[in-house]
């Protein structure tokens, strides 16, 4: 692990055969790419599992240009945290110019004293609480150590967050890095706030990194709270002889891809509340949502154990989804435009992630975004509110959940049907 790394030019057909070797069912799911519902990988919502020893063909247009990734559905906080994901790369027809490329998978191992992977999944506590965190971190399935470098360098650095439930932040310290897409979708080019790119599981970041004459540079790979003491640390060892005195003033703004914008004054507004989880009765209390949604939960009173009896941990709008859920939660009008105003009223933080679909983050807490960026995976804070927007072009049934795998399989999932 990572898988192969899958990278074809936009506008061209992707054929993928695969073949299940596993000795249980699975399928996979090409994520963030807008591709056609039958092909999206869905078990029991978009096609059969591929049952073990058997094939499915996936082929669809590579739409988007961008920074993506492939995983399976099927039992995926499992099939996921055992590393079966790969980069999935769909090149701008006219890319911007850098010296080289780097593609860094990231993910986060809970590993024994015998360096095997730690058999406990899907257990309680990490269902309940923050979801399977590690204890060992990797880039492309490597402790990371040393890159090589020359000053005055520029590259393009695509990161991919593959990790079950970490956050990962990296602080790129003197680095100044300027992000040029996030999820794949070009944003206008910004210095990565105080040098700091932060990444929920699911997401990627672009960055262009100009190396500059920053003898020591090093990479902190870290977690959301900027501990001190980094998960990783990677090494830019700066060559002696430098390519060249200054970095390139090479434009690095990216062409945008084919989303229809939508229309935010004929948009149909929807909303959808997240509840549930350890100490989500207190959030759900203070928010002023006790008794609606996922109810009284959290650790008041036993809650959270007669919700386990019910079956869930998570909620989306009062709902724990279990075992293949197919009535939608949300239907949408195909293309129409559509504003979901999402609130997390529980005391943890979710990557929200949307199938089939990009769209655009209109507000945190009410407050526009800066670049109102296209996502297909948005990172939501406890008690945040948060307004995305999209035209619901893509006709089907479409996955909505929660990226930490632990809160997908313990409820936090629904199904929006585009018709
Ligand atoms: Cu990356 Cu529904 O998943
Ligand atoms: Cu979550």
Redesign the pocket.
């Known amino acids: 692990m990572p898988g192969p790394e899958i990278r074809i030019r936009q506008g061209e057909r992707l054929r993928l055969e695969v073949e299940n070797g596993l000795a249980e069912e699975t399928t996979v ?1 090409w ?1 963030g790419l807008r591709v056609p519902n039958e092909m999206d990988g ?1 078990p029991h919502l978009t096609q059969a599992p591929i049952t073990p020893g058997s094939r499915f063909i996936y082929e669809f247009d590579a739409i988007d240009a961008g920074t993506f990734w492939y ?1 399976p ?1 099927q039992r ?1 906080f499992e099939q996921v945290g055992r590393g079966l994901y790969g980069a999935l790369i769909i090149e701008e027809a006219n890319p911007p110019r850098v010296d080289r490329e780097m593609v860094w998978v990231l993910d986060d191992w809970r590993l024994t004293g015998e360096a095997s992977i730690a058999d406990d999944f899907g257990g309680f506590h990490d269902m309940s609480h923050a979801g399977r965190l590690g204890n060992t971190v990797t880039i492309n399935g490597r402790v990371p150590d040393i890159v090589p470098v020359r000053t005055g360098e520029r590259i393009r650095l695509r990161l991919i967050n593959a990790a079950n439930a970490r956050i990962f932040a990296l602080d790129f310290g003197d680095l100044a890095p300027q992000i040029i897409a996030l999820d794949g979708q070009p944003v206008t080019p910004h210095a990565a706030p105080g040098g700091r790119v932060v990444l929920g599981p ?1 997401m990627r970041a672009d960055l262009v990194l100009d190396v500059t004459a920053a003898p020591d540079a090093k990479i902190r790979v870290t977690d959301r709270f900027f501990a001190q003491d980094a998960y990783a640390l990677v090494d830019l060892a700066v060559a002696a002889t430098p390519l060249r005195d200054a970095p390139p003033d090479w434009p690095m703004e990216l062409a945008p891809n084919p989303l229809p914008e939508p229309d935010l004054t004929r948009a149909q507004r929807h909303e959808v509340t997240f509840t549930g989880g350890m100490m989500g009765g207190m959030v759900e209390r203070q928010m002023g949502l006790a008794g609606d949604g996922g109810g009284m939960g959290g650790m008041m009173g036993g809650g959270m154990m007669n919700r386990l009896h019910d079956g869930g941990i998570w909620f989306i709008n009062g709902v724990a989804a279990e075992g293949h859920i197919l009535d939608p939660m949300l239907t949408l009008k195909r293309d129409a435009s559509h504003v979901v105003a999402m609130t997390n009223a529980t005391a943890f933080h979710h990557p929200i ?1 949307l ?1 089939g679909h990009s769209f655009r983050v209109l507000s945190r807490d009410g407050a526009p975004t800066v670049h109102r960026e296209w996502q297909d995976t948005v990172l939501m804070a406890p008690r945040e509110r948060v307004e995305i927007a999209f035209v619901a072009d893509n006709p089907g049934d479409w ?1 909505f ?1 929660c ?1 930490i795998l632990e809160h997908q399989a313990a409820g936090m999932m629904g199904v929006i049907r585009v018709a």
Request: no cysteine.
């Open positions: 799911h994520h869905v995983h559905h995926s699911a992630h199938h996955m959940h990226h």
